[in-house]
C-alpha cells in the first residue's frame, strides 16, 4: 500500500471510530437512545393523556389522515412524559419541535419515546412522513405552562 493511502486509510479509520465511540456514549452513558417499538402496551384506537403523578404523565397519540389525537395537550413545567405513538391508517411522522423525539406512526406497531419538558412554551409536532393530500397540516402541539415566562 501506498504511503498516503495509508495515512488516509489510518485517519478514516480513526476518524469512524471516534464518531462512533461518542454515538454509544450517547446512547449507553447519556441515555439519548434511539425509539424503541415496544410490545407490552395493547394497540389503542384513541388518543388520551394519562396522569400518574404530578409532573408525571402518559400519552397515547393516535396518528390518522389528517391529525393527531389528542390534539393540543397542555401540561405543566417539568413533566416528564411517556409518549406512545400508533397510526389509525398509513404511515404517518412524529417530531416534537425543540427536543430530540422524532418518531415514525407504523400501523399495528407502537413507537415509545420518553422525553422531560424543562422549559415553558409551546412545543410543535408536525407529520414529516408522507401521507396524502393533507399531509402539510397534519400538526399539533403540546403547550407547557408555569415557571418563570420568558
Ligand atoms: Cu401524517
Redesign the pocket.
Known sequence: MDRAEKGAFITAVLFLSFFFALIVYAAKGLNIDVPTCITDVKPYTQGQVIQHAPNRYEIHYL?K??YFEPADVELPVGSTVDIYLTSGDVI??FQIDGTNVNLMAVPGAISYARVKFEKPGVYHIV?H?Y?GIG?QD?TTKIVVKGGEQK
Open positions: 396518528a389522515m389528517w404517518h411522522g407529520c412522513e401521507c399531509h397534519m
